[in-house]
């Protein structure tokens, strides 16, 4: 199972409506990884199975931002075919190392052993069980999670964290100001970890502008999430519309 190259820039985007029809159309635009939003989005069970199909047609990465930090949600999506997990709301070491413990099998976790998608329906089990290492993200999405950043990207198991950049705006009374200098500190900081602990940092620019990705770059972001398929449907449909107007 293909698993993201986390040394070089990684740059995808997000699904929210569960069809995967979208999921194909943005793995075949050539992004290196399509993340299905089972928190916001209207993804159920058995979506994602289509969903990591649709995605690996192209070599594409499936990734899956599980709806909370348990260890169902997370072995599910994995047991489905996800390569990975993104995890909401992290803000603590102890967290992290709970969501990184739902991702991995004993003796390092607690996933449990099934025939599934993920290794071929038992065709390939021995091979999956000894070999596969599932991606764990932790979404940084508070002040809390910010402050407590060094020691959630010192876990051992995490691979890389991700910037919500509304939630965080929120935790810092400035919602939706993404853009705002206390949210640019932040990003700054977890940045900066994420350089310390060898992980990736990762940010979701869910508007994107050259400016916003070139500054991210910047700043030391090279797991970046460009847009989404609502985004997508609507930015296009109304920049449609403005040319007839």
């Known amino acids: 199972m293909k698993r993201l190259d986390l040394s070089r820039a990684c740059i995808g985007s997000w699904c929210q409506i569960g069809h995967p029809a979208n999921a194909e159309i943005l793995a075949k635009a050539g992004f290196d990884w399509i993340a299905a939003d089972c928190e916001h989005g209207e993804f159920e069970d058995g ?12 070599e594409c990465v499936p990734l899956v931002r599980v709806k909370e930090n348990a260890t169902l949600p ?25 969501a990184v413990s739902a991702a991995h099998y004993p003796p390092e976790g607690v996933r449990g052993f099934a025939w599934q998608r993920g290794n071929d329906w ?47 705006s929120g935790s810092y009374g400035i919602v939706g100001q993404t853009r705002h200098p206390l949210i640019k500190d932040a990003c ?45 449907l609507s930015s296009g449909a109304r920049a449609a519309l403005a040319m007839v107007k």
């Open 74 to 98: 997370i072995r599910r999506a994995l047991d489905l075919g996800a390569a990975g997990v993104i995890v909401p709301l992290i803000n603590s070491a102890e967290e992290a190392a709970r």
């Open 188 to 232: 700054a900081t977890v940045a900066a970890a994420c350089k310390k602990h060898g992980k990736a940092a990762g940010q979701h620019i869910v508007t994107p502008t050259a400016d916003d990705v070139k500054s991210a770059i910047g700043q030391g972001f090279t797991f970046l999430a460009l847009g989404m398929d609502s985004f997508f």
């Open 122 to 168: 038992g065709a390939n089990f021995d091979a999956y069980a000894k070999d596969f290492k599932p991606l764990v993200v932790v979404m940084i999405e508070s002040k809390a999670a910010v402050e407590n950043i060094d020691s959630i990207m010192a876990v051992q198991g995490v691979d890389a964290c991700f910037i919500g950049p509304y939630d965080m």
């Open 47 to 58: 979506d994602l199975g289509n969903f990591c199909r649709a995605v690996r047609q192209v």
